[in-house]
């Protein structure tokens, strides 16, 4: 079914089309049926004849419980959009100058990120004249790198964009780390 037809189904009255073919409760096909006479049928089951298929020459409807159909319907959305990963990119600014137990403090949020299945941007900024030893900056992103390996994987090489280093990581799949977290 399409979105539009997912959102509006026609039932008993609405349907105009005649005959249809119906497919009854226990989803036997009875045939084409004028609308009037399957609308009837639907009736005395106490359920509801519902348009399923109304491209379709003649229209396929069935014989159902609507509300029932409809609440289970809202229900599958739920479940799909629960299973649906929600994944941001999150961000770890460093420094040329970060000393070693500050970069393990940034080390363990950017695990932390990847573990929750964030994408991850490392960003090192050089201020005033760092900027003359990017190499270091470069070596430092590239050590963060080196010690996130187990958790993600880098999608390109460190890049240098004026003033900053930047280079995008993302989480490893829990199978391959070897984390069944």
Do not use: W
Not at 22 to 29: F, H, K, P
Not at 146 to 169: A, I, Q
């Amino acid at each position: 079914m399409n979105k539009e037809n997912a959102k509006f189904h026609r039932i008993n009255g609405q349907i105009r089309v005649s005959p249809v073919v119906v497919i009854g409760e226990d989803g036997r096909n009875m045939g084409s049926i004028p609308t009037q006479r399957a609308i009837d049928m639907a009736m005395e089951l106490e359920l509801d004849l519902v348009e399923i298929s109304p491209t379709s020459r003649p229209p396929v409807c069935r014989i159902m419980d609507f509300g029932k159909f409809k609440f289970e319907q809202n229900m599958k959305e739920k479940r799909q959009r629960r299973k649906q990963k929600q994944s941001q990119v999150k961000e770890v600014r460093l420094s040329p100058s970060i000393q070693p137990n500050d970069l393990d403090t940034k080390l363990k949020s950017a695990i932390k990120f990847l573990e929750a299945g964030h994408r991850l941007n490392i960003k090192l900024e050089f201020r005033r004249r760092e900027i003359a030893h990017k190499d270091i900056g470069i070596a430092v992103v590239g050590d963060f790198l080196e010690r996130l390996k187990d958790y993600g994987s880098s999608l390109s090489r460190p890049k240098s964009e004026g003033r900053s280093v930047v280079c995008m990581v993302e989480p490893k799949d829990k199978d391959e780390s070897g984390n069944s977290n």
